[in-house]
């Protein structure tokens, strides 16, 4: 009986380190790394019945939750910059969505499944041999980020190059137009740093973002913008500006129109279902066709979807506008080159 009682005291004693690996697990989200574990006296064998008993998760090869259960969102991606190592920061979509990036549904919390968890891009130095695993996507580079941004407890690689890393591994034209646009137009990197990364990066996979920044630089500020001015550009479509703010000879303001056919007068606006068929955005919009109208200035409308859709058409809809507009007085109206957050420049004449 008495070997029983002693056998138990044994069985109850408490794991030596506990204290320690909790005091350090509580600054890294919950969070050990085998290297930590082994600096603390905590054998391989010991982490391994921990993570078979289930009183411990392996996140990673080498990275333990020891809390249990599942990683959130937050402590994947810690996981996978301690798996990378000193230096490593979270890039591409994985850092934009805490630098506030709504394009390509990055807000959009998803929930996250065991079997196949959202990937998470980190960039690391070329010289550590560091390959992805999981669901980590491990990106070596000769041009580590002078300086991470830290958020969240977490390292990011400056906006500009988060994009650009974004972007070469993105396919679809339009998520990327949208991503530029969006980035450049809200102030999170100007266009000549993302022309920088551009011009400095690989050229691998950057088409679609060297179409983008062509775009955006010309006075795109949207993604269905961006490929307006692609088609107008394509059919040298003469005398357009972008985003040129238009006054009545008195001073008031008649508009801003996302495209503008400066030699006949006709004002193209872009006017998506999101963000002008609803509440205040239909308000704004009536209210800014009826300053056109009061004006004399033709405007011509345009879905994103028919854009994406039928360009061909809708650059011969923009086309028999201009047309039109030719057999009668251009439209008394002063045109405003303001200058452009969104593209970094003046707005300029196309194939003036």
């Known amino acids: 009986m008495l070997a029983l009682v002693a056998q138990g005291s044994r069985m109850s004693r408490p794991f030596p380190a506990l204290r320690r690996i909790r005091d350090l697990a509580d600054t890294q989200l919950g969070l050990v790394t085998a290297a930590q574990l082994a600096a603390l006296g905590v054998r391989t ?33 810690l996981a996978a910059l301690l798996y990378c190592g000193a230096g490593a920061m979270l890039t591409g979509l994985t850092a934009l969505r805490y630098y506030g990036v709504r394009a390509v549904g990055l807000q959009h919390l998803e929930v996250v499944r065991e079997d196949n968890p959202e990937p998470v891009h980190v960039l690391i130095p070329h010289a550590r041999r560091r390959l992805s695993t999981g669901y980590v996507r491990a990106e070596r580079t000769t041009r580590m980020p002078g300086a991470s941004v830290r958020r969240h407890g977490l390292e990011l ?84 500006l972008y985003n040129v703010q238009l006054y009545a000879p008195d001073g008031e303001y008649i508009a801003t129109p996302d495209a503008w056919l400066d030699d006949v007068g006709v004002a193209v606006e872009v006017d998506s279902v999101e963000h002008h068929a609803d509440g205040e955005g239909f ?12 004006a ?26 201009r047309e039109s507009a030719q057999s009668t007085p251009r439209p008394d109206v002063r045109v ?15 194939g003036a």
């Open 157 to 240: 690689a400056p906006v500009a190059r988060a994009v650009a890393d974004a972007a070469r591994r993105m396919r679809d034209r339009h998520d990327v137009d949208a991503l530029v646009s969006e980035v450049v137009h809200r102030g999170l990197a100007t266009i000549e740093e993302i022309r920088r990364e551009l011009d400095d990066g690989q050229r691998r996979g950057s088409g679609l973002l060297r179409d983008a920044v062509e775009a955006v630089e010309a006075g795109a500020r949207s993604g269905p913008e961006a490929t307006v001015v692609r088609v107008f550009t394509e059919a040298k479509l003469p005398h357009v």
């Open 283 to 294: 308000r704004r919009t009536i209210r800014r066709n009826a300053r056109y109208a009061a």
């Open 336 to 350: 405003v080159r303001q200058e452009q957050r969104s593209a970094g420049r003046r707005a300029w004449r196309w």
């Open 45 to 77: 064998g010991t982490t391994s019945r921990r993570v078979a008993g289930g009183m411990w998760t392996r996140v990673l090869p080498g990275i333990h939750l020891v809390l249990g259960g599942l990683p959130v969102r937050l402590q994947r991606e």
């Open 296 to 321: 004399g200035v033709p405007v011509v409308t345009l879905l994103p979807t028919d854009i994406d859709a039928s360009p061909t058409s809708v650059l011969a809809t923009v086309l028999a506008a």
